[in-house]
């Protein structure tokens, strides 16, 4: 235990003087962490840690995707649902699908390995991607679109990922039945939602008396990761409860006015909750970005060879491309229309993340080339980071976009 608080109270420190080298240059703060991670693995100091599927589940994920939920409006949701929900569903799909064919046709992947690394490897993760718009100070509709269709395609990619273990855990047989499939649906996507809503409903109720911004705030730390808990014990979506939790209280239980059934918390508890969780993704984002770095640096990338990885890169950033315009273009002459300067932005800001590794780091082991995938996920997403992390303040400067609405 004391060992596991030193390493943690010094990755906090070096957090801490990265973002202040990291402001100071101009810099990404995630592209730092990245590479102060990485310089940490090959130095004499040892951090003691290093990312697994239980730290990113148990621990990172969670507070993340909590806090990303309760700062989206659903009246700004609510006017750019179609094109969300689009990119979300249909695209996490066409993403995943050309991935996996690219590596089963143009590397020789078997399909099961393939299919598997196409669909954990969809999902744009919204830790990577609010850090970065948060860096460059994106706003408006532009930074809605990124961070709503983010957290929505981490819920379809985790769902995705069950039925696609499935179909591999049963040897890729045909004979998986329509009712296994829907079964599993229901219980992974109607589990994940219900324990959410459930959670948050508790919630509400619990503090409806209380005027203590203290206990307030308590109670939405323990919402975050009671519904993610909950939902993964019942075998249902972590990932949809949080979020389902996260925009029920940021809309009901933080509601500007207090009625019968919004308003939970003081407007003193509110900011209060609002600034605590700002906090809570600070911490947990430099925790992710940092055993990121850790950990890559002990990955044994030749195992997959340079142009192989180079073919992967390029296959994933042409699956968000194939995702990004063409299903833009359906809005093109609508009230939905999305601008090719945003188009691009979605593009190149589509970023890789913790969950993409949570996911394969949580693959069985004896699944067809188990080390392959791993390999391939992690050099993803320190190339997402990092590449398209250096990149994108460029990109914005460009089509001049930042801190307006677009």
């Not at 995938?373 to 250096?390: C, D, E, K, N, Y």
Request: proline share 4%; hydrophobic share 60%; aromatic share 8%.
């Amino acid at each position: 235990m004391n060992d596991f608080l030193t390493s943690m109270l010094s990755l906090l420190v070096v957090a801490t003087l990265v973002a202040l080298i990291a402001h100071r240059l101009k810099l990404p703060y995630t592209v730092g962490l990245v590479l102060a991670g990485i310089a940490l693995a090959v130095s004499p100091f040892q951090a003691g840690l290093t990312l697994t599927q239980s730290i990113i589940y148990e621990i990172i994920l969670p507070p993340l995707l909590f806090e990303a939920a309760i700062n989206i409006q659903w009246k700004d949701l609510r006017q750019d649902a179609l094109p969300i929900l689009t990119l979300a569903l249909p695209g996490t799909l066409i993403s995943a699908a050309f991935v996996t064919a690219a590596l089963h046709f143009g590397l020789g992947w078997p399909l099961p390995p393939a299919l598997m690394f196409g669909v954990l490897i969809a999902a744009t993760d919204p830790v990577a991607v609010i850090a970065m718009f948060k860096d460059n100070g994106v706003r408006g509709r532009l930074r809605l679109l990124v961070e709503s269709e983010s957290l929505l395609n981490d819920g379809v990619a985790a769902v995705l990922f069950a039925l696609a273990l499935v179909w591999v855990q049963a040897a890729g047989q045909a004979h998986v039945g329509v009712g296994q499939i829907g079964g599993l649906l229901l219980v992974t996507v109607g589990g994940g939602i219900l324990a959410g809503a459930l959670c948050a409903g508790v919630a509400i109720l619990l503090v409806r008396g209380t005027e203590d911004h203290l206990v307030e705030s308590t109670v939405t730390a323990v919402l975050a990761y009671s519904a993610f808990l909950l939902a993964e014990h019942f075998h249902g979506s972590g990932v949809l409860a949080t979020v389902t939790a996260g925009l029920l209280l940021g809309n009901l239980g933080l509601a500007e006015t207090k009625t019968r059934f919004t308003g939970m918390v003081s407007v003193k508890g509110k900011e209060f909750a609002l600034e605590m969780w700002d906090f809570v993704a600070f911490i947990a984002n430099s925790m992710v970005f940092l055993l990121i770095g850790i950990t890559v640096a002990g990955i044994p990338f030749h195992r997959l060879g340079m142009w192989a990885l180079v073919f992967i890169i390029l296959a994933v950033l042409a699956g968000r491309a194939l995702t990004v315009y063409p299903l833009c273009a359906l809005f093109a002459g609508s009230r939905w229309r999305i601008e090719p300067p945003c188009q691009h932005v979605l593009w190149w800001g589509g970023l890789r993340g913790a969950l993409g590794l949570a996911l394969a780091l949580s693959l069985p082991l004896d699944m067809p080339m188990h080390d392959e995938v791993l390999v391939a996920t992690f050099g993803v997403v320190v190339v997402s980071v990092v590449g398209q992390g250096l990149t994108m303040p460029w990109l914005l400067r460009h089509f001049k976009i930042g801190g307006v609405r677009e």
